[in-house]
């Protein structure tokens, strides 16, 4: 079946650092991939998405591209802010299933100043 | 208004109790649904609703019970609840026209069954 499988957290950051977040997946068909942010006390919200094989999503400094010959969407950012605190989840969304996001463990970022 | 309006934002029940969770969009998006998230962990799909009609049930107890009264609200009835479903309840909706859209996420109800 689809999965998708997300480097393990917490992972804490200085403010500016870079940071990378691993993301692969397995799906049978040309699945759409997501990364949505949650931050504490709230709901997702939609960071980025990349809807075929060498699409870059891209938003708020944050990218991530759809590699289909590693099946990854590693999620990368330059330099970190305290504000980019939170939980960030990968998900994959296949065509044909209702919407129906499957999603990573998620990765808690801490951010320190 | 691009907002999914979930209420209440906290609700302690008993085991005995029978309460509702409610949803709310105005952005006419026809697929909604209901997740469950404990802490520190990924949202569980419950229930997906596709123009008012139950089309997803990931096999989920029937003391929950959803309900879709209209193409904006979306209700979650719940009865005879265990501690152990003690968790954060979120809705989503999804413009269903394009496959690859996002769902937009409320901020959901922190539940606890005591």
């Known amino acids: 079946g689809n999965s998708v499988t997300q480097m393990e957290g917490p992972v804490t950051l200085s403010e500016e650092a870079f940071l990378t977040i691993n993301c692969t997946y397995t799906a049978t068909g040309y699945p759409s991939l997501f990364w949505y942010v949650q931050y504490p006390g709230e709901g997702l919200q939609l960071l980025l998405k990349?809807?075929?094989?060498?699409d870059k999503g891209s938003n708020k400094g944050f990218e991530a591209t759809y590699r289909k010959e590693t099946t990854s969407f590693h999620l990368e950012k330059g330099s970190v802010q305290v504000s980019d605190s939170a939980v960030y989840f990968c998900a994959l969304s296949e065509q044909n299933q209702g919407g129906k996001l499957i999603f990573g463990q998620g990765t808690e970022l801490s951010v320190k100043p | 208004d691009t907002e999914v309006t979930q209420t209440p934002k906290h609700l302690v029940m008993g085991m005995t109790n029978k309460k509702s969770l409610k949803c709310e969009q105005h952005m006419g998006h026809r697929a909604m649904y209901w997740y469950k998230q404990k802490a520190k962990k990924p949202p569980e799909l419950m229930f997906v609703?596709?123009?008012?009609?139950?089309?997803i049930n990931e096999s989920v107890p029937s003391r929950f019970s959803p309900e879709c009264p209209n193409s904006s609200l979306l209700n979650l009835h719940l009865h005879a609840l265990q501690p152990e479903d003690s968790a954060l309840y979120l809705c989503?909706?999804?413009?269903?026209?394009?496959?690859?859209?996002?769902?937009?996420f409320g901020s959901g109800t922190q539940l606890s069954v005591l």
């Open positions: 609703y596709s123009y008012e009609k139950l089309s």
């Open positions: 989503a909706s999804r413009d269903d026209r394009s496959p690859n859209e996002k769902l937009f």
């Open positions: 990349a809807t075929k094989a060498d």
